[in-house]
């Protein structure tokens, strides 16, 4: 069965990432109005300079997710342009690890909870007041195994993830009766340029391709994934 999004209003963050931007791809190609949201950069003027060419169906914005400023001003430019709001895809995150707990400087600890917990709250912060008005709607975000448990020498980014899934969690348990659910997902191994560069050695074909990721989110936003909130949801490939 086609997952169909025609005229659906999708918010990604992160958008010009190599997650973001398969799953990106993969809303537009179902139909949706993607509205690309990531910090202002290079890749985000050439975008820019596309979308400028259809913008009844997709809109870009730069905006720093790590301000309550920045995430409520997102929300209200989106829901101006296209009326509404639909879905949140949060694809915002980054990685630091190698260090013992006691040897982690505390500007790792500021930065993995901006990028990764702090880009969640503010973001869904902003959009849920717009979908409950509609009383339906999804929000999707990227959590990651480290969360499951804790592991040595990266402790403050299992504990930024496991903050995603818990306010995943929570978020679910309190949209509960309004229509709007709330889950995230787990990536394996991500088959990305930067993680090719970093494990020159890997067995790549054991990864998890951005696409397949991107599949995931888009049926956890679907009809078809009406019945399921608040889950975790494992997409580990073969790592």
Same mark, same amino acid.
């Given at each position: 069965?086609?997952?169909?999004?025609?005229?659906?209003?999708?918010?990604?963050?992160?958008?010009?990432?190599?997650?973001?931007?398969?799953?990106?791809?993969?809303?537009?190609?179902?139909?949706?109005?993607?509205?690309?949201?990531?910090?202002?950069?290079?890749?985000?003027?050439?975008?820019?300079?596309?979308?400028?060419?259809?913008?009844?169906?997709?809109?870009?914005?730069?905006?720093?997710?790590?301000?309550?400023?920045?995430?409520?001003?997102?929300?209200?430019?989106?829901?101006?342009?296209?009326?509404?709001?639909?879905?949140?895809?949060?694809?915002?995150?980054?990685?630091?690890?190698?260090?013992?707990?006691?040897?982690?400087?505390?500007?790792?600890?500021?930065?993995?909870?901006?990028?990764?917990?702090?880009?969640?709250?503010?973001?869904?912060? /902003?959009?849920?007041?717009?979908? @409950?008005? *509609?009383?339906?709607?999804?929000?999707? $975000?990227? #959590? =990651?195994? %480290?969360?499951?448990?804790?592991?040595?020498?990266?402790?403050?980014?299992?504990?930024?993830?496991?903050?995603?899934?818990?306010?995943?969690?929570?978020?679910?348990?309190?949209?509960?009766?309004?229509?709007?659910?709330?889950?995230?997902?787990?990536?394996?191994?991500?088959?990305?340029?930067?993680?090719?560069?970093?494990?020159?050695?890997?067995?790549?074909?054991?990864?998890?391709?951005?696409?397949?990721? /991107?599949?995931?989110?888009?049926? @956890?936003? *679907?009809?078809?994934?009406?019945?399921? $909130?608040? #889950? =975790?949801? %494992?997409?580990?490939?073969?790592?």
């Amino acid at each position: 069965m086609d997952i169909n999004f025609d005229g659906k209003v999708v918010i990604v963050t992160g958008a010009v990432g190599a997650l973001g931007s398969a799953v990106s791809q993969a809303f537009r190609q179902a139909g949706a109005k993607v509205v690309y949201v990531d910090q202002a950069n290079e890749r985000m003027e050439q975008l820019a300079g596309q979308v400028a060419q259809d913008p009844q169906h997709n809109l870009v914005l730069c905006a720093d997710l790590m301000t309550g400023k920045g995430a409520e001003q997102m929300a209200t430019e989106v829901s101006d342009h296209f009326g509404r709001i639909d879905h949140l895809v949060n694809t915002v995150g980054g990685y630091r690890a190698g260090q013992a707990l006691h040897e982690t400087p505390p500007e790792t600890w500021d930065l993995m909870m901006d990028l990764n917990a702090r880009t969640v709250y503010n973001a869904c912060k /902003a959009v849920i007041p717009h979908l @409950l008005r *509609s009383q339906s709607g999804a929000i999707v $975000s990227v #959590a =990651a195994r %480290p969360a499951l448990s804790g592991k040595g020498k990266m402790a403050v980014y299992s504990a930024s993830k496991a903050a995603v899934m818990r306010l995943t969690e929570s978020m679910a348990a309190e949209l509960l009766e309004s229509g709007i659910r709330v889950n995230c997902i787990i990536p394996g191994t991500i088959d990305t340029t930067a993680n090719r560069k970093d494990m020159p050695r890997a067995d790549t074909s054991r990864w998890v391709k951005p696409e397949s990721l /991107a599949g995931v989110i888009l049926f @956890l936003c *679907s009809d078809l994934a009406r019945d399921i $909130s608040g #889950a =975790a949801i %494992p997409v580990y490939g073969k790592s």
